[in-house]
């Protein structure tokens, strides 16, 4: 599974990005969950949400939930990350992860850890000017 993260840049607070996460590879696209997750500068690795295989669960981070939303299309092989109501604390290198050994996770607890997800891509850089 290779994965490409996109769609980074700019933005002042209260607008909004849409980040895109491109998948290829042998296996299915349909078949693995994708997560977000992002790196404050000087910032620890932090979940920001997770979209199962074929959309129908999601988890968020108490710090997004409500203002981020995530979506797939499996057709195109990508999972989106609308990001509305943008604040300067928002600013962080994005990820996108999947993983491939479950249908789905446990809990939420299990969604949030990094070691979870077996597959990374580049990073895309998100700035909030305030």
């Known amino acids: 599974v290779q994965l490409q993260a996109s769609g980074g840049g700019l933005v002042q607070a209260g607008g909004s990005l849409r980040l895109s996460c491109a998948a290829s590879g042998r296996r299915a696209f349909s078949s693995y969950a994708i997560g977000w997750f992002r790196q404050a500068p000087g910032g620890e690795l932090e979940f920001v949400a997770v979209?199962?295989?074929?959309?129908?669960?999601?988890y968020y981070a108490a710090s997004v939930k409500g203002r981020f939303t995530i979506s797939r299309d499996n057709a195109k092989n990508t999972v989106s990350l609308q990001m509305n109501s943008l604040k300067p604390e928002d600013t962080a290198v994005y990820y996108c992860?999947?993983?491939?050994?479950?249908?789905?996770?446990?809990?939420?607890?299990?969604?949030?850890?990094?070691?979870?997800?077996?597959?990374w891509g580049q990073g895309t850089l998100v700035t909030v000017s305030s």
């Open positions: 992860a999947a993983e491939t050994n479950y249908l789905w996770f446990t809990n939420q607890d299990q969604a949030m850890m990094r070691d979870e997800y077996d597959y």
């Open positions: 979209i199962n295989w074929s959309g129908g669960s999601t």
